[in-house]
């Protein structure tokens, strides 16, 4: 008899979860233990059974916690914003992940084998490559605890939003409820941001701050936006929903298009049109080698053009402004305006930081700590600082090349590749089978090529409002392509296909 894998041990929806022993025991009990917590003034006690009954679900229902605490991505909170303890801990979310990263090793180590085609899926195999060189450079690390935690943490959410989605998302009804589930919650979030926003008369200063204690920054609540907007595009064009559903998901897309207008997020903006344009490109058939060899290329006269470049765009002094037509100008000024600049500062310093350690940096996490120092007279800004207080590298790519070498570089882009690869591949092959599918594959490549492309500016993988659709996205697209692979569907060449006359039998593709 073969092993039970993680897909197996995961119980079915229609079992009830049973709890042991009367509910008037379990009342009184509760009853007694809030008496000894008011008599001792241990007031966390209270919270107990709530401890006790997450863990109860962990083990008998991992996935109705999973996408439960889905839904509390969005409004959880950073104790180093509230000032409580001094550390970077979102509550409720990662503490439940820490659990089920918990429980995940502990499958391991029983001998519970994962799902044999998710292991040898070549995403999967470039996220355990990930972690091997993470621990390789954790070891190596200029500061092995700051590293170590930063390592701890990108596992829970790889295995939490990733690993553990999978198998979840198998049926198909929970790929779309995933995104709902985070969407929801996330709509009270902006729409909290844009009634506290037009207190200040939608100020672009205010707009950097109208959404805390939820997001840290306007640029980390804009690229979590753009992120959902494609998917929320398909889920109002499914064929089949019912008007007042219709009617909700277009109101909930007109809700995302206003917050991410109103997020002064300029990166986000670029994101989402350079994701459409490449949307577009995909419908008309082109392929994935041919984009890739025009941006090598684009690279390549980039380079070849690139103080020509430069001087041309120091002709731009429009700073970003409360106008959006001035703020959308403002995107490649590089001579007055400080937010630009500062990103071009810490660049620099993550360069600077490379060519010292080339081959193993100075290891996961520690940019923030050791940056400072390679920051040259002439690229500091009103805004730069020598603490650690003001974010990390500002690029999803620079900051992995800093703190983990040429092959950290490597393994983002061998994700994105990978990534783009994947993306390419569902969609020629479900718009063959399956229109509404396709589209939906497509939306959620989309949604992570938002947040790639808004990489090139920002990093929030350490968050867990980034990490929950851009771990979850990929997820959803791996189990799309598991199903393919299992129906034995080929990316042969497309042919529109051929629809049955009415009254006339099927005919079987």
């Known amino acids: 008899m073969s092993r039970p894998t993680e897909v197996d041990r995961l119980p079915a929806s229609s079992e009830p979860v049973r709890f042991a022993g009367p509910l008037a025991w379990v009342v009184l009990g509760f009853a007694v233990l809030l008496?000894?917590?008011?008599?001792?003034?241990?007031?966390a006690l209270a919270a107990l059974p709530l401890v006790v009954g997450i863990v109860g679900v962990a083990l008998h229902r991992r996935d109705l916690l999973l996408l439960g605490m889905v839904a509390t991505v969005p409004l959880s909170l950073n104790l180093e914003q509230l000032s409580i303890g001094g550390v970077g801990l979102y509550l409720p979310t990662e503490p439940i992940l820490f659990g089920l990263l918990l429980l995940f090793m502990l499958d391991r180590v029983r001998g519970v084998p994962m799902m044999p085609a998710l292991e040898r899926h070549p995403i999967s195999r470039w996220i355990q490559l990930m972690f091997v060189w993470l621990v390789i450079t954790t070891l190596l690390s200029w500061d092995p605890l700051v590293s170590l935690k930063f390592t701890i943490a990108r596992a829970w959410f790889v295995v939490g939003f990733f690993?553990?989605?999978?198998?979840?998302?198998?049926?198909?009804?929970?790929?779309?409820?995933?995104?709902l589930l985070y969407l929801l919650p996330l709509l009270a979030v902006i729409m909290y941001t844009v009634f506290r926003h037009a207190g200040y008369g939608f100020d672009k200063q205010a707009g950097h701050w109208v959404m805390d204690p939820f997001f840290k920054d306007h640029t980390s609540y804009g690229a979590v936006l753009a992120m959902f907007?494609?998917?929320?595009?398909?889920?109002?064009?499914?064929?089949?929903?019912?008007?007042?559903?219709?009617?909700?998901?277009?109101?909930?897309?007109?809700?995302?298009?206003?917050?991410?207008?109103?997020?002064?997020?300029?990166?986000?903006?670029?994101?989402?049109?350079?994701?459409?344009?490449?949307?577009?490109?995909?419908?008309?058939?082109?392929?994935?080698?041919?984009?890739?060899?025009?941006?090598l290329l684009g690279v390549v006269l980039l380079a070849l053009s690139w103080d020509q470049l430069v001087i041309s765009l120091e002709r731009n002094d429009q700073d970003s402004s409360d106008d959006l037509t001035e703020h959308v100008e403002s995107i490649s000024n590089v001579s007055s305006d400080a937010s630009n600049l500062e990103r071009i500062n810490r660049w620099n310093c993550a360069v600077s930081l490379w060519s010292e350690r080339p081959m193993v940096g100075w290891g996961p996490g520690t940019y923030q700590f050791v940056y400072a120092p390679h920051q040259r007279s002439e690229h500091r800004t009103i805004i730069s600082t020598n603490n650690a207080d003001r974010g990390n590298a500002h690029s999803e790519y620079l900051g992995p090349l800093a703190e983990q070498g040429i092959p950290g570089l490597l393994i983002v882009l061998g994700i994105l590749l990978s990534c783009s690869s994947l993306g390419f591949r569902t969609y020629r092959i479900l718009r063959m089978h399956d229109r509404w599918q396709a589209l939906w594959a497509l939306s959620l490549y989309l949604g992570l090529m938002t947040y790639f492309i808004h990489g090139v500016l920002n990093n929030y993988l350490d968050t867990d409002k980034a990490s929950a659709p851009f771990w979850g996205f990929l997820a959803i697209l791996v189990t799309i392509d598991l199903e393919i692979r299992r129906n034995g569907w080929s990316a042969g060449p497309y042919r529109r296909p051929v629809l049955p006359r009415r009254g006339a039998a099927p005919n079987p593709q």
């Open 163 to 179: 690993y553990l989605m999978v198998p979840i998302a198998a049926r198909k009804s929970r790929q779309e409820g995933f995104v």
């Open 229 to 295: 907007w494609f998917p929320a595009l398909a889920l109002f064009l499914k064929p089949g929903r019912s008007a007042i559903g219709k009617l909700s998901i277009g109101a909930t897309l007109v809700v995302l298009s206003v917050g991410l207008i109103l997020s002064f997020t300029r990166a986000a903006w670029v994101s989402v049109a350079a994701s459409a344009a490449l949307g577009a490109l995909m419908m008309l058939g082109v392929r994935l080698r041919t984009l890739v060899i025009s941006a």
């Open 35 to 43: 008496g000894a917590a008011i008599a001792l003034q241990q007031y």
